[in-house]
């Protein structure tokens, strides 16, 4: 499937929170905390860009939220995948595999 | 948005964009605190570390419209399939409900479906005969004028009477005289027979109607002399000339008369009724005589004026043309009759009884939907209490019942459209030829939406209250009451209990009025016409040859020949022919005179005298009989001898009697031989001699005595109406009436004819009583099982009140028959107190009926009897099933609540 610039990125950004919350259910600082974690502090995100994906993801059925208490005992809002998420990190994962091996492909080439 | 179930309640939707933006700003907060502490911890000053964390987290105005802007929508379209999903649930609850207890659901929709549909459909019958306006402009105006004879019985006018009120009166603003018979209309070879009406000047302008096509009648066309021109009505033009335009100006036959056709009258205006076409009178000119009594006449009262007005005024007028010209006029005084009320005639007063009833119908079965309802809200009480405890909110229950009496109201109103339906074609099948106007009847569309709106209206208001009352009300109480009080039994059991006995009653008077009607029309078909009926076929007849010297003979010969083919068709056994077949309405009455002999030479001049001699007259109908007549007819001879081939054209001539005649004017019992001279009828002043007796015969109406009657020979005295009927006597009617139709045009084509069959006409005679006899009959029943279903629902209720008292009583060892008898108790004496009341009011009411009653008293014992024993007995087997239900009563089960 052909996808623009625009979609690329935020499809970036979707399949990194869906699977961060792969592990289970995370307020918000929580996933940004673990993305910049895994991605070595070579990922960084503009946090509105992570809710923006947050709010995107939900509002499409893949995630949903709940307010729960934090560890520190804040009011926080809390995202779990739903099935549909979980289909969708597998297929996105995929497509996303192929896709950085054809760009891994082309830089490589001499 | 996928929620999974367990999460529908656990979490709440935003409620709006504010909120959206709220949460939002929350989740921000929370972000930002967090990374402000995550920064501190790495060594930042507090102001540095919000800083970044506010520069790190981009621009939050931004965020905020994006998030607003998908999640609106979303939140809309959630809210409604939260709503929807809800109405769902109530609406699978509601049928599970209809499902645990179908039979409160089929009572409560065939209560409603048979209030809505009954009412509907009588109504819009009623309602259509008596209440529709007349299809004419100010109809309270029109206004049907008659003489008064010194017996005081109603006349038609003579011309010159009717020109000295048109002359004299203060208070019509336009009068018409008509008539109406059927005439002859041949084009193209063919000829038909139509009902035509001739009319004076005036007549248009009194009714205010104007044709759709060409022309309507011009002074030159109401002249004496003038050519004959005709308004067709939209129905004649239809059927004879396919709705052609072309229509206006082709002139048609009526006999030997060329008639122009210049007009078309608008459909639903064909006055008086069954007229298919109209001309002008004033070409045949005016009668002078006074006694010439011809004419019916409608007028238009003037503005402002009333029917009682105009009474007065044509009274005086004609009491002083009675003063004025003496002897010479019959007419002594005359009156003014609303045109709508002299066409709905007798049945008015029932009309409007029926009508008052089927409203009160409706309110019966909208209070048994109530019963109903609050018997079962009355059972559920502890259902909706727990539901209040487990949070359901008043107006999610008052969903949830609107939702169950929505549905209710909703199969009951489809149902009852359905019975509306199927009732009114019921009613309009029965075509009642002598209730006037019924084919203009259809469904009342404004009288059902009236019904549905009013019983929903009552299913819905019901609801309401049983939610108000049900989460209102101290849930405490209800929990532990419910079932175990007969609390709000007495004096809502009385109420209920009342409801059921005024059903009752009323079924009683309508069922006793259904009774008479029946038994009366019973004793009518009962009654021997004195004539043959089966197998009988009339053939309607206009000879209207030009009256030329040889027209008798013609129409002598053309009859001869009809009679010899109607023989020769397979099956006819007799053939007469006649001048009036039963009820025609067509025979002449009159005063014959008792000669001395047959020798008698008789002047004109010498007549009067003769009649003022009152022992020398007498009275009777005057009927033109063929030698086949009698033997046709299956009348049969009691002495002396009927008509025979000797008895020829010239000879002497005879007549026969009936027995009626025979006894009135010759006691002693020696009629026959004597002479008599009837010439008024016809002109004919020969004396006749009376050769025969023959069996009376019932022609005007079965149920009055058989009238006076003078029988004489067709070929002696012909007569000079152009209208005549063969009858035939036959093994089946419908064949014959084929075969008749393809042999009689092989004598003269272009003589109309139309065929009937005796046993038609007959039923035609007594359609009024019939008509009322169905709809009195299906009222009452729709009234019985209305009540039946009143009862039934009662007696539920009662049982399931005193489920626990009735648990007791079976824990301490009552048996079966004593507990059903407990509860039949209940029903025998609603539906005595009912009977009763009921009874009594039909005494009162079913006067109303005398008119149409034959040979029943209106308090007639049979009737009152059979229908007090229907409805006892119906009422006990609507009370013995709930009866039954108590006594299987597991005692524990009901003291345990359960």
Redesign the interface.
């Given at each position: 499937m052909p996808r623009d610039a625009s979609d690329l990125l935020h499809g970036t950004l979707d399949v990194l929170v869906l699977k961060t919350l792969s592990w289970g259910a995370m307020h918000g600082y929580a996933i940004a905390e673990w993305i910049e974690r895994r991605g070595e502090g070579e990922l960084v995100i503009v946090d509105a860009a992570l809710y923006k994906a947050l709010h995107r993801l939900e509002e499409s059925g893949a995630i949903i939220s709940q307010w729960g208490l934090s560890d520190n005992n804040r009011r926080a809002k809390y995202y779990s995948l739903t099935t549909r998420g979980r289909a969708r990190l597998r297929s996105e994962s995929e497509t996303w595999k192929r896709y950085a091996l054809a760009v891994g492909r082309i830089i490589e080439s001499t | 948005?996928?929620?999974?179930s367990g999460?529908r309640r656990?979490?709440r939707l935003p409620a709006s964009s504010g909120q959206i933006a709220r949460?939002?700003e929350?989740?921000?907060e929370?972000?930002v605190?967090?990374?402000v502490k995550?920064l501190e911890r790495a060594g930042l000053t507090h102001d540095d570390a919000i800083t970044e964390a506010q520069r790190?987290?981009?621009?939050?105005q931004?965020?905020r419209d994006?998030?607003v802007a998908?999640?609106v929508p979303?939140m809309q379209r959630a809210h409604l399939r939260e709503r929807m999903s809800s109405m769902g649930q109530d609406l699978r609850f509601a049928l599970r409900q209809f499902r645990r207890s179908p039979s409160f659901a089929f009572i409560a929709s065939l209560t409603l479906a048979l209030g809505v549909g009954a009412t509907t459909a009588i109504f819009s019958v009623v309602n259509g005969v008596i209440l529709k306006p007349l299809p004419f402009n100010r109809p309270e105006q029109l206004v049907q004028l008659w003489g008064i004879d010194a017996n005081g019985h109603h006349l038609h006018f003579a011309d010159p009477t009717f020109d000295h009120l048109i002359a004299e009166n203060h208070t019509l603003s336009a009068a018409a005289e008509y008539n109406t018979g059927d005439i002859s209309l041949a084009m193209n070879g063919s000829a038909s027979r139509v009902t035509a009406s001739g009319v004076s000047k005036e007549f248009f302008r009194v009714l205010d109607v104007r044709p759709e096509l060409g022309r309507a009648f011009a002074p030159e066309d109401q002249q004496k002399g003038s050519p004959m021109v005709l308004l067709i009505s939209h129905g004649l033009w239809m059927r004879l000339f396919g709705g052609s335009p072309g229509v206006i100006g082709t002139t048609v036959r009526s006999g030997q008369t060329p008639v122009t056709v210049i007009g078309v009258m608008p459909a639903g205006t064909e006055y008086p009724a069954g007229t298919d076409a109209w001309y002008p009178r004033e070409p045949f000119g005016e009668d002078q005589s006074y006694t010439a009594h011809n004419w019916n006449v409608i007028a238009r009262v003037k503005d402002g004026l009333t029917a009682q007005a105009a009474t007065r005024d044509v009274s005086m007028v004609l009491r002083r043309l009675h003063a004025a010209v003496g002897e010479a006029t019959w007419t002594f005084d005359g009156t003014a009759i609303p045109l709508r009320d002299q066409i709905i005639g007798g049945v008015k007063v029932l009309l409007l009884l029926i009508l008052g009833a089927s409203a009160v119908l409706l309110l019966i079965a909208c209070a048994n939907v109530a019963n109903l309802l609050i018997a079962r809200m009355a059972v559920r009480e502890s259902e909706i209490a727990v539901r209040v405890a487990i949070g359901a909110g008043r107006g999610r229950i008052a969903q949830q019942l609107l939702i169950e009496t929505s549905l209710l109201a909703a199969v009951g109103c489809a149902g009852g459209i359905l019975i509306a339906a199927a009732g009114v074609r019921m009613l309009l099948a029965l075509r009642p030829a002598l209730i006037p106007r019924v084919g203009e009847l259809s469904l009342d569309w404004r009288v059902l939406v009236f019904a549905i709106v009013v019983s929903a209206a009552t299913a819905v208001a019901l609801a309401l209250v049983a939610a108000w009352r049900g989460t209102g009300g101290d849930l405490r109480a209800a929990l532990s009451q419910s079932q175990r009080t007969q609390g709000g039994g007495g004096a809502s059991y009385r109420v209920r209990g009342s409801l059921v006995v005024v059903q009752l009653a009323m079924t009683v008077v309508l069922l006793v009025g259904a009774g008479l009607l029946a038994r009366s029309f019973v004793g009518l078909m009962r009654i021997d016409p004195g004539f043959r009926t089966h197998g009988m076929v009339v053939a309607a007849t206009i000879f209207d040859d030009s009256r030329d010297a040889d027209y008798l003979g013609r129409r002598s010969v053309y009859y001869r020949q009809l009679a010899e083919r109607a023989l020769a068709i397979p099956g006819v056994t007799s053939v007469g022919i006649s001048d009036a077949p039963p009820f025609s309405n067509g025979s002449s009455n009159g005063t014959f005179l008792v000669l001395d002999n047959a020798g008698l030479k008789i002047v004109p001049s010498e007549l009067r005298a003769l009649f003022d001699d009152k022992t020398r007259t007498g009275y009777a109908t005057y009927r033109t009989a063929s030698v086949g007549y009698f033997k046709a007819m299956g009348i049969p001879l009691v002495t002396g001898r009927v008509f025979d081939a000797d008895d020829r054209t010239g000879g002497p001539q005879v007549a026969v009697i009936n027995a009626a005649l025979a006894h009135k004017q010759w006691p002693n019992g020696d009629a026959i031989g004597k002479v008599i001279e009837f010439g008024n009828i016809d002109g004919d002043l020969t004396p006749i001699t009376i050769v025969g007796i023959v069996g009376d015969t019932r022609e005007e109406d079965l149920a009055a005595d058989p009238a006076p009657a003078v029988y004489v020979d067709f070929d002696q005295r012909p007569g000079n109406s152009d209208q005549m009927y063969v009858i035939m006597a036959a093994a089946k009617e419908r064949p014959t009436i084929a075969a008749a139709r393809r042999a009689f045009p092989q004598v003269r084509a272009d003589i109309p004819m139309r065929f009937l069959t005796v046993e038609d006409i007959i039923g035609r005679s007594v359609d009024s009583q019939r008509f009322m006899l169905l709809l009195v009959g299906v009222f009452g029943t729709v009234a019985l099982l209305l009540a039946t279903l009143g009862v039934y629902s009662v007696i539920s209720y009662l049982v399931a009140q005193r489920g626990r008292e009735i648990s007791i009583r079976v824990a301490l060892g009552a048996s079966t028959s004593e507990i059903v008898g407990l509860v039949l108790k209940q029903g025998v004496m609603l539906s005595l107190v009912g009977a009763a009341l009921g009874g009594v009011a039909a005494l009162a009411a079913t006067r109303v009926l005398k008119r149409l009653l034959y040979q029943v008293s209106t308090s007639d014992p049979i009737a009152f009897a059979s229908v007090l024993v229907v409805l006892c007995g119906v009422a006990l087997v609507a009370s013995y099933i709930p009866a039954r239900r108590a006594a299987a009563f597991e005692p524990m089960d009901v003291l345990r609540g359960g």
């Open positions: - | 948005m996928q929620v999974p999460f656990a979490f949460d939002l929350e989740e921000v929370f972000h605190a967090m990374r995550a790190k987290f981009g621009d939050v931004d965020l994006y998030c998908i999640e979303h």
